[in-house]
C-alpha cells in the first residue's frame, strides 16, 4: 500500500505560478512511477503529468507542456508539481498518484495506471 497526501494547492491569478506537493508514506516510494490528475467541475479526471520510478522519463499533457513541471525527491518520499504561467483552465482539483506496478518502463497517462490516488487539493486561477 501507498499513501499520498497531497499539498499546496490554493487561489492564484492568471499568469502566477503554484507548486504542489505529495507526500507518499508505505511501500517503496521509490520504485513507483507518480503521476498528477486533475478534475474540473463537470468533467472527466485527465492526466497531467507523469514521471517514472528512476525520474529520468516525464511525461505532459499537450495543454500544460512548457508551463509544468513534475519532479521528484525519493530521499524525501516526494513528488513535486510546478505549475507555471497558469491560465482560468487550469482551474480544478488536482491528485497525485502511484503506478500499480514497481519499475515499470512503460507510458502510464492513463487513470487506469495508477492504483494509489491522493485526496486532491484545489487549485483555482482567476482572471
Known amino acids: 500500500q501507498v499513501q499520498l497526501v497531497e499539498s499546496g494547492g490554493g487561489s492564484v491569478q492568471a499568469g502566477g505560478s503554484v507548486r504542489l506537493s505529495c507526500a507518499a508514506s508505505g511501500r517503496a516510494f521509490s520504485s513507483y512511477g507518480m503521476g498528477w490528475f486533475r478534475q474540473a467541475p463537470r468533467k472527466e479526471r485527465e492526466f497531467v503529468a507523469a514521471i517514472k520510478w528512476s525520474g529520468g522519463s516525464t511525461y505532459y499533457a499537450n495543454s500544460v507542456k512548457g508551463r509544468f513541471t513534475i519532479s521528484r525527491d525519493n530521499a524525501k518520499n516526494t513528488v513535486y508539481l510546478l505549475m507555471n504561467s497558469l491560465k482560468p483552465e487550469d482551474t480544478a482539483v488536482y491528485y497525485c498518484?502511484?503506478?500499480?506496478?514497481?519499475?515499470?518502463?512503460?507510458?502510464?497517462?492513463?487513470?487506469?495506471?495508477?492504483?494509489?490516488w491522493g485526496q486532491g487539493t484545489q487549485v483555482t486561477v482567476s482572471s
Open positions: 498518484a502511484a503506478e500499480r506496478g514497481m519499475f515499470t518502463i512503460v507510458v502510464a497517462i492513463t487513470p487506469a495506471d495508477y492504483a494509489y
